[in-house]
Each structure stands twice: as structure tokens, then as C-alpha cells.
């Protein structure tokens, strides 16, 4: 049995490795930026640029970690000299720079970046090229560089990029055309599929209530009103009981199959709240649903032990389901995709959510079912369920009480 525990405990620790966040570098010195969000019938961005390099540029003593209100005193200022240094031209005239909000993004030991929101004015339709004047601080520091990315651009399939740099500007290239791919729905539609298969795979959660569902995929619950029978007592005697109350599914193809309709009212229910939430229709406090996310995985695990739902196991999928959806509307939130493109937005997530599963099930299924014959596989589990358990009412605690506790830090700490 100890070996059986130290098994799911390497099962575990493997997901826990292969969803942990890595740190990616996306800023680096010497460096500025605009960041291009196309959309269907217009163009905004961001223009960032740390504290220091303002300082040089408008010979001023900002801080390095200057708060926003501190800040707007010389936004005026700030915003005149992106004026001088930035313009944009296209076959439609010259673009305006129209500015938003201002946001600061800390920039680690750089410093704070200042973020300039912006919109281009004057534009009838996107163009399928920009052309692009860039000085800023080249006058003050011949090594500095402007890098133009495009952030976002859902029928190229772009989406959230910070890494992929479209065109560097520099003291000797001060001006440059941004080619702007036309792209088509088809790619925005497979951009989104992407989306939906990587963040199931990197949402632990979501992992381990598919694994709650698919542990006992390859069992058949013995519903029976007796009570196992014998002079066995204590611990091997429950063990036992354990045993005798599942056997081993006769066929590979069945079993399988099951298991995948299971999944696939998971995916119903969270399409169904995934699209409320897009909507605005409906709008749950995130705290709540991350709290009920990790609790779903416990009765999700409860109910491999004690029955909650005689034969209705898809009652569990489709019920937590529709919170999970919820879960999933944050992610798209933090894409920032809204309303372009929504319909075949919502459905190429799902559709790739619903791959992503059934890859998993694909990797998981036939090791269980080759398992399925060994006499400590109904031991193994319930030993499984229990760690599931305890883990999700670890999450649940941190998730809805708003705390950090230390056995977090140290598991994270000790894998990153």
C-alpha cells in the first residue's frame, strides 16, 4: 500500500511540474515598445516606457516606482513628447494618436513602465500596412531601440503575444512599414481552438477533476445492500470492502467511450456558463467560483468512495461543470478578448477545451485500463481519491478565506 501512495504522490508532483508557470523574460534595458491590439475595424496600443528613460528624455527625477497619482502631473508632458516622437501613416492619410487611459506595469528591476493607451484616429478600415516614424530617446541614447509588437490580432491567430517582435526601430532606422496580415476567420478560429487545449492543460484544477472522473472509469461499482462478510476487521477488513464493491471493466472500447461522454457533459456545462459570463449575462464573484473549482474536485473524489449519485456519474461532470465555465470566462477576460469575433471565439475554446480533455483521457485511460485486473487497483483508488481530496481542501481554504499557506510555498518553491 505504501508503494501504491508514493505512486499517486509522483503522479501528482509530475502535473504540479507540468503546470507550474515558468518565468519569461519579455523586457529588457535600453528598450521601448508599442504593443498593437488590431481589431476588426480599428487599431489601438500601448506605448511603455520605464521611468528612467523619461527621466533622460524630459530631464526630470520621477522615482522608479512612481505611484499613478503621482504620475499625472506629468502626464501632459509625457504625452507631448510621444507626440513629437511617434506618428503613424498608412494609404488612408495620417493616423492621430488618441489617448486613454494611463496605466504602469513594474517592470522588475527595471523600474516601472509607463503605459500610454491609445487609439488611432482617421482610420476608415485596418490597413494592411502602417508605416511607422519612431525617435524616442534616440537623440539621448544612440542604443536605444522601439520594438513594435503586435499583441493581438485574432483573425492572424495572435493573441496575447509579447515575445513575437514585428519590427525594431533604432537610431539608424528611425521610420519602417508594419505589415498587417490580413488573415481570416479560419485562423482566428483555430488561434482560439489553441487556446482552449492550452489552458485546460495548464489549469491543475481543471486536471485533477478530470482525474477524480476518469480513477474509476475503468471499474464497475457494485451497488449491493450487504455488508461484506468475514472475520477480517480494522483497516484490511475496509480495505477489503473496498474491493469486493468495484470489479474490472470486461472491455477496453465501452469503458472508454463512457468515460468520454462524461467528459463531454463537463464541456456542455461549462459552454453553457463560459457564454453567460461572455455575455454579461451572468457574473459570479471569482472567489466564489475558484472556491467551488477546488471543491469540485473533493466530491468529485468523494463520490469514488461513497456514491453520491448512484449510476449518474455525469450528473458531477455537468454540475461542476457549469463553474468551471465561470473559471473559464477569467481566462479569456485575461486574453482580453470581448465582443469581436465572440460566437467563433466561445466555440473554438471549447472545442479545444474538449480536445485538451480528451488528449488526457487518451494518456490516462489506457494505463488504468492495463491496471484495472491488479488486486490493489480499487485501494490505489481510493487511496487516490483521498489525496485528491485533501489537495483540493488545501486549494479550497487558500481560494476562499484569502490566505497563503505555507505548505504551498514551500511544494512550489522546492519544484520552481
Known amino acids: 500500500m505504501r508503494i501504491h501512495l508514493r505512486f499517486i504522490y509522483v503522479v501528482i508532483i509530475g502535473l504540479i511540474i507540468i503546470a507550474a508557470p515558468r518565468p519569461v523574460q519579455a523586457h529588457a534595458p535600453n ?7 488590431i481589431y476588426e475595424d480599428g487599431i489601438d496600443g500601448i506605448i511603455e516606457i520605464t521611468t528612467d528613460d523619461i527621466n533622460r528624455a524630459l530631464n526630470l527625477s520621477l522615482p522608479r516606482e512612481i505611484a499613478l497619482e503621482d504620475l499625472n502631473a506629468y502626464l501632459p508632458q509625457i504625452k507631448a513628447y510621444a507626440l513629437e516622437n511617434i506618428s503613424f501613416k498608412s494609404v488612408q492619410g495620417s493616423h492621430t494618436i488618441q489617448f486613454n ?35 524616442v530617446l534616440f537623440d539621448k541614447d544612440p542604443s536605444h531601440q522601439g520594438l513594435m509588437v503586435i499583441a493581438e490580432h ?14 525594431i526601430l533604432s537610431t539608424d532606422e528611425r521610420q519602417k512599414t ?23 492543460w495548464i489549469g491543475l484544477d481543471h486536471i485533477l477533476f478530470l482525474l477524480a472522473l476518469i480513477l474509476p472509469s475503468v471499474l464497475t461499482r457494485l451497488f449491493s445492500e450487504k455488508k461484506s462478510s468475514g472475520t477480517t476487521s480494522g483497516k484490511l477488513g475496509f480495505l477489503s470492502s473496498i474491493s469486493n464493491s468495484w470489479k474490472p471493466v470486461e472491455s477496453f472500447k465501452p469503458a472508454f467511450i463512457y468515460i468520454v461522454k462524461i467528459v463531454t457533459f463537463f464541456t456542455i456545462a461549462h459552454t453553457i ?30 463520490h469514488n ?42 466555440f473554438g475554446f471549447n472545442v479545444g477545451v474538449e480536445i485538451g480533455q480528451v488528449v ?30 485533501l489537495i483540493s481542501l488545501y486549494w479550497f481554504t487558500e481560494r476562499f478565506f484569502e490566505v497563503d499557506l505555507l505548505l504551498g510555498k514551500f511544494v512550489f518553491g522546492f519544484i520552481v
Not at 31 to 37: D, E, L, P, R
Not at 154 to 167: F, H, P, T
Not at 306 to 332: Q, R
Request: proline content about 3%; overall charge negative; charged content about 10%.
Open 31 to 37: 528598450q521601448s515598445y508599442i504593443f498593437f491590439y
Open 101 to 135: 487611459e494611463t496605466t504602469l506595469f513594474n517592470g522588475g528591476s527595471l523600474g516601472n513602465y509607463v503605459q500610454l493607451h491609445f487609439s488611432l484616429e482617421s482610420l476608415s478600415e485596418v490597413p494592411e500596412k502602417l508605416d511607422i516614424r519612431y525617435e
Open 154 to 167: 485574432w483573425k492572424a491567430g495572435i493573441v496575447n503575444n509579447e515575445a513575437m517582435v514585428s519590427l
Open 178 to 200: 508594419l505589415e498587417i496580415a490580413e488573415g481570416s476567420l479560419w485562423q482566428g478560429f483555430t488561434m482560439m481552438v489553441g487556446q482552449g487545449i492550452h489552458h485546460i
Open 273 to 302: 456558463t463560459l457564454s453567460l459570463a461572455a455575455l454579461e449575462i451572468v457574473s459570479l464573484p471569482s472567489r466564489i467560483v475558484e472556491s467551488i473549482i477546488a471543491l469540485s474536485i473533493a466530491l468529485a473524489a468523494l
Open 305 to 346: 468512495i461513497y456514491p453520491l449519485f448512484k449510476g449518474k456519474d455525469w450528473l458531477i461532470a455537468f454540475g461542476f461543470g457549469l463553474f468551471h465555465g465561470f473559471g473559464f470566462a477569467s481566462v479569456l477576460g485575461d486574453i482580453g478578448l470581448g465582443g469581436q469575433f465572440l460566437t467563433l471565439t466561445l
Open 360 to 389: 488526457i483521457i487518451c494518456l490516462i485511460f489506457p494505463v488504468l485500463y492495463l491496471m484495472r485486473n491488479l488486486k490493489f487497483y480499487p485501494q490505489f483508488l481510493f487511496s487516490g481519491s483521498i489525496l485528491l481530496i
